[in-house]
C-alpha cells in the first residue's frame, strides 16, 4: 500500500517558549500540538514550516524570525546550522545550563514523582569550547556541498571531505575547515592529512559504493600534552598507507602514538579490529589527583577531562566514605571512579560488561600501586547476583553509572534486596535515571542531586544523586 503523503503546513508567529529533548526548541501550534523546531532558540517568534506530522505534535524549522530571543548569541563556527554537532551554540552559555538545569528537575519530578530536596545548581564549564579530548571524523569522496556552492555557477572538482555525517545522513560527510570542539593540534592535523592525502592522490572512502582506501581519522589529547592519532583504511596498501603515516610523524612530531587499522567490514567500528603501533607508544596516559589512566584506542574515557575531574569530585563527596566502607561501582568501565574512590573506602569492587575495559582497569591500577580494588567483566545483570555478594562481601555504598538506558530491572531489584546504605547514581540520562529512582523510592530517599554540564554548546547533561536509605 502507498504511503499517505506528508502535507506540510506552516504557522506563523509562533513563540518559542521552550528547549527539549535532543536540542530542539519548542513551541505550540494553534491545535494545541507541540512544535520542536530545529533552528530557533527559546524567545524567539518566528515562522516555521513543518516537516513532520505526528498525533501529539510537529517537527518544523524556522524560515522567518520576527523577534529575535534575548538568549540568543553569535555562533562562533563557521559551519554551525549545517554541521548539526553544537546544537546550542546559538544560545549564550548561561541560558544552555538553565535549560539543562530545567530537563534534569523537570524528568526527576514528572517521571520520578519522587521528593527532591533543594536542588543544588548547575556546575557549568570552565572550558566552553575546545574541551573534548578525544574526536572522530569521516572521510569521502563525496562531500556535502553548501547550499551556495550548489546554486553557484562555479564547477566542483574536489569533492573530498573529513569531517562529520550530516545528520541522518549515513553516507554525506560535511567538511571541517575548523572545529570548535578539542585543542590545538587537532584542526591542523584533520587539515593537512585531508590536504596531503588529495595532492598525493589516495583515494576517500565512499561508504555507498564500498570503495576508497581512507576510511577515518581519530585524535585523542590528554591533559598530559599526550597526542593519538588513529588512521583507519578499507584495504592494505602498504606504499599509500606508509606515504601518509610517514608524513604525519614527520609533520607532527609531537604526535605520541602514531596508530592505524585495516579494517574490511561494512561499518567502521573498531572494537573487532586489531590496532597497529606504527610509531611511539600504543596509548597515551590521562592524569587525575596523581592517578595515571592508560588510554588506548579502544578505551573509554570521559571526553571532557576537566569536567570529569569535578564529576568524579562531587561523586566521591556523595559517596561520603571514612576509609571502612566496601564499595561497589557498578558499570565501572575503565575502573576510573573506582580507583578514584579507593583511598578512602576499605574495598571497591568494579564491574563491566566489557572485557578489554576491565583489562585496562585491572592494569591501571596496578601502575597506580591500588590494592584495594577488584574488577570483574560481564552482563551486570547476570553478574550481580546474590552468590556474587556473598562471595565478594556486602556492600555498604554503591556507585552507579550506567549508559543510557539506565539499570536493568533486575539490577534495580538486586539493590532493593540487598539494601545498602547509601547509592551514588551517576547518569548521562536524567529520564532513565527517573525511571529507576522511582523503582527506589520506598526504599530510598533523594538525599542531594548535582547536575554537572559536561558538553557545552549541546543539550547533554550529567546529572548526580545520592540516595540515603530510609530510616
Known sequence: MARRKQTKVSFEALEVIDAGAKGKAIAKAPDGRVVFIDNAVPGDVADVQTTQKRKSYYKASATHFHTLSDRRTEPLCQHFGTCGGCKWQNMEYDSQLYFKQKEVESNLIRLGKIELPEITPILGSKEIYFYRNKMEFSFSDSRWLTLDEIKGDIHITDKNALGFH?????????????????????????????????????????????????????????????????????????????????????????????????NEKGNDTIYDQEVVCFKGRDHIFEEMEGLKFKINAKSFYQTNSAQAYELYKITRAFADLSGDELVYDLYTGTGTIAQFVAKKAKKVIGVEAVPEAIEDAKKNAESNHITNTEFFVGDMKKVFTQDFINTHGHPDVIITDPPRDGMHKDVVAQIINILPKRIVYVSCNSATQARDLSLLDEHYKVTKTQAVDMFPQTHHVENVVCLELRS
Not at 549515513?170 to 575547515?177: A, E, M, P, Q, S
Not at 561508504?207 to 597526542?227: C, D, F, H
Open 166 to 262: 550530516i545528520p541522518g545522513m549515513w553516507d554525506k560527510i560535511l567538511d571541517i575547515k575548523k572545529c570548535h570542539l578539542q585543542e590545538d593540534p587537532s584542526n591542523a592535523l584533520r587539515n593537512e592529512i585531508r590536504d596531503f592525502a588529495t595532492a598525493e592522490n589516495i583515494p576517500f572512502f565512499n561508504a555507498r559504493k564500498q570503495e576508497g582506501l581512507l576510511r577515518t581519522l581519530m585524535i585523542r589529547t590528554s591533559s598530559t600534552g599526550e597526542i593519538m592519532v588513529l588512521l583507519q583504511f578499507f584495504y592494505e596498501d602498504k606504499a599509500k598507507r606508509e606515504l601518509l603515516l610517514n608524513f604525519i610523524a614527520e609533520r607532527f612530531p609531537e604526535v605520541t602514538s602514531l596508530l592505524y587499522v585495516v
